[in-house]
């Protein structure tokens, strides 16, 4: 296994050893990104506005969570944490969704029909086995769909992490892991999580390929795991993918980083912005301008304020309601409770 | 004395407890930031790395690594993030923890604490106001154990510390800078398996818990507006249970509420109910009443209002067990 993270588009905006890629294929992903960008800075605004509850910020990580599902078909699965809501959207969970859950709405843990998209994880590690099961259901019913599960470094100190990875193995499941190794989990370095040298070398010990992706490079994420999805469709088993990328803004908008990181850190870090690149290789491909940057702009941002206004427009879970969802038919019990509730909020 | 939130006693417990070298504190984020709630604010630096140590992130990890280490002779205290966060280490707790002893006959034993944050009423996202205290006073071999009160905290947590087994420590979330009071400078201990009685009253037992004391203080203080006298009492000591106290109130009262924010089916509010009807059926002039959370998940902010047991709640109840 190679310990040199592949690259594409260098952070100067230069393809490194490729044919070069097709316009609308970038500006496509550089649109993607520049929406994610704009929905973080919209709900970390929202938040310190006291209309979202706390809210875990991927700044710098967009070409990561772009990459990871660009590749993947409608049908295939997507089960992902908390940090990944550019990789939901993407994938087909709503904006509306996304910022119901965060304002502390049950309903946006319900996304529309056919989206294929399991409400954030937000317990560290518990998740990435279900897309084993949800891929190896896929493999029985033998629909080419697979799952991709998206995780943290600090992830994959869980045991289940391990569990996982050793049944995607054992049965071959066509799942795609892969870690957003963003360098901490809140304020432990990625050193201080594991002794190994990469989390992608882990894959070895389960007998599964491991691969090390360069994490703020749109392409090289979406070739690497293009070609673990391939191999997954194809029955070649599950791949890990680590990629190195970084969290500019704190764990959430409850924490602090002062207190664990130096500021210069991340500043090495900006200067490899995941969006910047892009915009200087369209740029230098004449297919750039302020015109188009502020275009793709105004219509995320009108995509996000109408979303906030729909998902702010309903009406929160009344006392009855939150009964609702416990089971397919309301218990005997749970009917008493709920009109006891009704009651003592009248 | 000084005056202290409940998190800066907890904060000052630990700090007290680490004077004995065989003392370690384990856990997600407890050294350079101070844990998520800072309660161990300044105690890496203080007692270095050694000693308060950062782990991955791995519950079952660090509760194993605390279970040998107390087999070894240390005594270890483990934070917990948030209690639901804590299942992943429940294999841990049940299977080995709670079991050594009597595996082994006293041979090997586990004395440690595991710090629980728990409960609601702060807004969070999904798994962070649990308040599943059940799942853990079910299990022979556990004492778990709640304060209310800076004072009790610290107490409590340094008898936690010294008992000879292990301890859940379960630490009320919304009271930790809510609750203020004076605290004892020093070593003190707050003994484990006996309740406080808060106030005196004739008419009615008001029994509770932990963060929901502070909704059954203010239900006892407008029954007294309205001529009720109720007995407060702060049960801290869940396993093992003052059931000496809880009789004697009920005996002398002949009414009682339970109190407590986890849901109602077989929560431990049952186990207080079950007491008093062995012990002093004949002294109940109406039936018990529990007032509790609801048999669903903990709603997300929006609509946890409608889940936490309010003061109304507790008062209506009251009247209710007042006027049968
Ligand atoms: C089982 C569990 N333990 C602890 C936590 C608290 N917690 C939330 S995020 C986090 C760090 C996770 O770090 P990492 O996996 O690297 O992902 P990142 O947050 O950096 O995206 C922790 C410890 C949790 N949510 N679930």
Redesign the pocket.
Known sequence: MSLEPRQVLAADGTVIDRREPDVSTLATMYAAMTEARLYDRKASALQRQGRLATY?P?EG?EASQVGAVAPLAPEDWLVA???DAAAMHLHGYPWKNLLLTRMGDERGGHPPEGVNVTPPS?????HMIHAVGIAWAEKLKGTGAVALTM????????GDFHEAMNFAGVYHVPTVFFC???????S?P?SR?TASRTIAQKADAYGLPGVLVDGNDVLAVAEVVAEAVDRARAGEGPTLIEALTY?VQG??TADDDRRYRAREEAAGWLARDPLERVRLWLERHGAWDEARQSGIEAEASRRIEAAVAEAEALESLSAGEIFDAMFDEPTAPLAVQRHRAERSAR | MSVMTLAQALNSALDTALDDPRVVLMG??IGTTGG?FRITDGLQRKHGSERVIDTP?A?SGIVGAAFGMAIAGLRPIVE???M??S??AYDQVISHVARIRSRSRHRFTAPMVIRLPYGGGIGASE?HSESTEAIYTHIPGLKVVVASTPENAKGLLLAAVDDPDPVIFLEPIRAYRAARGEVPDGRYVTPIGAGMLEQRGSDISLISYGAMMRETRDAAHRLAAEGVSAEVIDLRSLVPLDADMVVASVEKTGRAVVIHEAPLTGGYGAEVVALIQERALYSLRAPVRRVTGWDVSVPLRLAERHYLPSTGRIMSAARDVLEA
């Open positions: 875990a991927y990580q944490s908390y940090r937000i317990t560290v590690g518990g995780f943290g470094d600090g992830a994959t100190s869980e957003q190794n963003n360098g901490w989990a809140i432990m990625r999580q969290r764990h959430t | 997600e984020d998520v992130v519950e917990i993030q948030f639901g966060f299942y992943p798994h």
